[in-house]
């Protein structure tokens, strides 16, 4: 069983449309991560979250940390080719716990 | 600066074997982990550290080793490889703490047959 429980699993869009993917848990979170992944590639930090409530802006992305710190939400406007990827949610307590990804793919 | 480097990329091994996992990093961070990621199963850690001299179990730790003699270097060791131990190891490094941003190394493809 996963800690971070995220949804949808896979996400397969045109461009231009947008989307919104969830990060779920029943614990409470100091901070949360969203990360990317490339094939082949490790995953690239994209935003810290800290404070429940907390909303943060990444040109195209908005992050949502819930007020519980328990859950996240990322919502991409105007889904781009390049946007494709595994988004990948972190949650740090004593250690880093991901959670499985949602793998999107934008199609041109 | 590399960041954290893994070696090798790839390597294939059968049951019983043991082999070592290198990882290095060049930014002075305390902390450093070891994940595998697993088709649907996302990234689980298998050890952390966080300093030399320093290392702790993560959610999945059966079956591995670790040290951390250095702060650049965090070597992982599998004893007697397992078909379950199939999978793609990524080393990560962050500065300070679990709560800053990690920094992840390409990764090494383990086929264990």
């Known amino acids: 069983t996963q800690l971070l429980e995220q949804s949808p699993q896979f996400l397969s869009i045109q461009e231009g449309e947008n989307l919104t993917v969830y990060c779920n848990s029943s614990?409470?979170?100091?901070?949360l991560q969203w990360y990317r992944q490339e094939p082949g590639e490790g995953p690239v930090l994209l935003v810290t979250v800290v404070t429940g409530g907390e909303v943060k802006k990444l040109k195209r992305l908005t992050f949502q940390f819930g007020d519980a710190r328990k859950d996240s939400s990322l919502h991409i406007t105007a889904a781009q080719p390049g946007d494709t990827g595994l988004y990948l949610c972190?949650?740090?307590?004593?250690?880093?716990?991901f959670g499985a990804g949602t793998r999107l793919t934008v199609k041109p | 600066n590399a960041g954290v480097t893994q070696t090798p990329k790839f390597q294939v091994l059968k049951t019983g074997q043991s082999m070592t996992l290198q990882c290095a990093q060049d930014m002075n961070h305390e902390y450093m982990s070891w994940y595998r990621q697993d088709p649907g199963m996302g990234l689980r850690l298998i050890h952390y550290?966080?300093?030399?001299?320093?290392?702790d179990q993560g959610e999945v730790p059966n079956g591995y080793n670790v040290s951390r003699s250095t702060t650049e270097d965090f070597p992982l060791r599998l004893l007697s490889a397992a078909p379950s131990q199939t999978s793609v190891y990524f080393c990560a490094s962050a500065v300070g703490g679990v709560y800053n941003e990690q920094f992840f190394g390409p990764g090494t493809r383990l086929t264990v047959l």
């Open positions: 972190a949650g740090a307590g004593n250690d880093m716990r």
């Open positions: 614990s409470v979170f100091s901070s």
């Open positions: 550290s966080v300093g030399a001299g320093i290392t």
